[in-house]
């Protein structure tokens, strides 16, 4: 069964640093398109960032480009959301994402609180 389960969430300052990871299993990771998504409180889940098959092509929600960045390791994989400059507005919980044939999987979900 497809399983994406995210780990590195927690509580930082503005400004602060943080990693995300989602460990996918029960498919063949290296033959899809990754997505991280995230959704606060009282607002639509939003699109954060893409990552093609490959690795070689990745995409951005204008509100975070130039502050966070994709990539994954096919061999352990895993995507990875890096996320710097973080501001109070990127507060939310945020979830890994793969389509796979018309079908969207997700995991459960790591919180990312930003203090201002």
């Known amino acids: 069964q497809v399983q994406l389960v995210e780990s590195g969430g927690g509580l930082v300052q503005a400004g602060g640093s943080l990693r995300l990871s989602c460990a996918a299993s029960?498919?063949?990771?290296d033959d899809w398109n990754m997505r991280w998504f995230r959704q606060a409180p009282g607002k639509e889940r939003e699109?954060?960032?893409?990552?093609?098959?490959?690795?070689?092509?990745?995409q951005y929600a204008d509100s975070v480009k130039g502050r966070f960045t994709i990539s994954r390791d096919n061999v352990k994989k895993t995507v990875y959301l890096q996320m710097n400059s973080l501001k109070s507005e990127d507060t939310a919980v945020y979830y890994c994402?793969?389509?796979?044939?018309?079908?969207?999987?997700w995991g459960q979900g790591t919180q990312v609180t930003v203090s201002s």
């Open positions: 994402n793969v389509r796979l044939r018309g079908v969207d999987y």
């Open positions: 699109f954060v960032a893409s990552i093609t098959w490959s690795g070689r092509s990745t």
């Open positions: 029960g498919f063949t990771f």
